[in-house]
């Protein structure tokens, strides 16, 4: 196969490259291990559109987040994602904590966040009343938002692939072949292709892809977050994002809306050796619980409807790079992307491409450029009205698969049968939220199961939760 990019990893960044370089006359692929789109990172987030106003001053990441945030009105509303500018306030309950503010509001100054605002304690209180009485005053950043992390990376790849790029899952890139200073061929589990550029955005993995070519000059340690997602219905709430006090270490644990209305309360910072263990602790979750708590005193945890955990790319050293090597033409290496890579993706995108410009590529536009792409029907979002008239196009809006969530066949089979489109249980969750509510697919797992296996040709055996093996049904019981 011969093609002239190639990128590894299909996060958020990966796909937000592909997407960016789909504008132009270039053959690109993308190849990821994984069966889905999502990558790793981007799957299990705290779904947060940062302002960077805590960033690194003068860093490329601060100079990225700080492009990327005013992207997303636009980008929202082309791709048909869910966007929300709720802001996010930064209490601060001890003494220390409130010294700290005026550091930290000249530190979003200098990251070209002008519009951070002074709070005092009892304006804190009214505008969250179940923050904690002691609040001292704080920092009130108006553009912090939140987004649906799964179909912002769904959306940035159907719209990339409608544009031309090609997705290879269940991929995964075993070498890279260099010669006369150059990248050659990247081999992978489902063949070699041959290739101008080759862009690292292995993410968790970038720096065993990096080895390949010999530029492995750090590495990248899993650093865990664990989270709790409470119920809709859960008695305390905050409109906007609660934030800490930030540390060296982490930005601490925090507690906001998604934008489907669940809270999101979390995450914890430990640094794994593991690359793959996403599993939840006893001790990560007590932690959250004390921690948030200084800050909401009301949270209630025993509405937790799940846990979960992700794993970021931590650096060592640390600091996000893009590098280009003069030995090394055509090879493009990402790493350092952490808790901001979802925010930063779409500028990412776009600096990826201008180094390429820079670098020799010929980047000519495409005459025609297909930039709005429309997402799955979200049945529960529509009017009396308009879910009957749904129901008149297609019966199967008719048909509720999931009572928590309220969704319908006709989404489930929407998003099974669109371009890269659902091909494990995992997958419809993902993009239709069929398994997300109380339940935990409880009610619905079985019918999407059927569902899957009848739209995929296979029996409910082979049905997998997420990756190759990872059987839902072990065998009939009559």
Avoid: W
């Amino acid at each position: 196969m011969k093609t002239d990019v190639v990128i590894i990893g299909a996060g958020a960044v990966g796909c937000a490259i592909a997407r960016e370089l789909s504008r132009y006359k270039l053959d690109v692929t993308v190849v990821d291990k994984n069966e889905d789109i999502g990558g790793d990172a981007s799957k299990s987030n705290s779904a947060i559109i940062h302002t960077g106003y805590d960033a690194s001053p003068g860093t490329l990441e601060s100079q990225l987040v700080a492009a990327a945030n005013p992207m997303y009105d636009k980008l929202a509303e082309e791709l048909d994602v869910p966007f929300k500018r709720i802001g996010a306030i930064l209490p601060a309950i001890t003494q220390e904590q409130f010294e700290k503010l005026p550091e930290i509001k000249h530190k979003a100054f200098l990251n070209r966040v002008y519009d951070v605002e002074y709070k005092t304690g009892e304006e804190l209180l009214k505008m969250e009343p179940n923050l904690n009485p002691e609040v001292k005053g704080g920092l009130y950043i108006p553009r912090e938002s939140i987004i649906d992390p799964f179909i912002l990376v769904q959306a940035l790849a159907e719209n990339a692939n409608e544009n031309g790029v090609n997705f290879l899952l269940n991929t995964k890139v075993t070498d890279i072949r260099t010669e006369n200073g150059a990248v050659k061929e990247v081999v992978t589990t489902g063949g070699t292709i041959t290739a101008d550029y080759v862009i690292n955005a292995a993410a968790l993995y970038c720096d065993e892809i990096a080895a390949m070519v010999g530029k492995a000059d750090y590495k990248v340690v899993a650093r865990r977050g664990q989270f709790y997602i409470l119920d809709k219905n859960t008695d305390c709430q905050v409109k906007q994002i609660v934030l800490p006090i930030p540390t060296k270490v982490t930005k601490g644990k925090l507690m906001c809306p998604t934008i489907h209305g669940n809270m999101l309360v979390g995450p914890t910072a430990e640094d794994l050796d593991n690359k793959t263990d996403k599993s939840v602790t006893s001790d990560g979750l007590v932690s959250i619980l004390e921690d948030v708590k200084r800050l909401i005193p009301g949270v209630n945890i025993r509405d937790s409807i799940t846990q979960y955990s992700g794993l970021r790319p931590n650096r060592n050293p640390e600091g996000l790079h893009v590098d280009v090597y003069d030995d090394l033409k055509g090879y493009i290496n990402l790493s350092g992307v952490r808790s901001t890579g979802l925010t930063l993706s779409v500028a990412m995108g776009v600096y990826v491409a201008d180094l390429m410009r820079e670098t020799g590529a010929v980047m000519e536009p495409k005459e025609h450029f297909t930039e709005r792409r429309k997402g799955v029907l979200r049945f529960h979002e529509l009017d009396r009205e308009e879910q009957d008239e749904a129901v008149k196009r297609n019966p199967l809006y008719g048909k509720i698969v999931c009572r928590c969530e309220t969704v319908t066949e006709g989404e489930i089979l929407d998003c099974i049968r669109r371009p890269l489109g659902a091909r494990s249980m995992d997958a419809v969750k993902r993009r239709v939220r069929a398994g997300m509510g109380r339940c935990q697919g409880g009610f619905c797992g079985p019918k999407v199961i059927e569902i899957l296996a009848r739209e995929l040709g296979i029996t409910v055996e082979e049905v997998n939760k997420n990756n190759e093996g990872s059987y839902m049904v072990a065998g009939k019981t009559r």
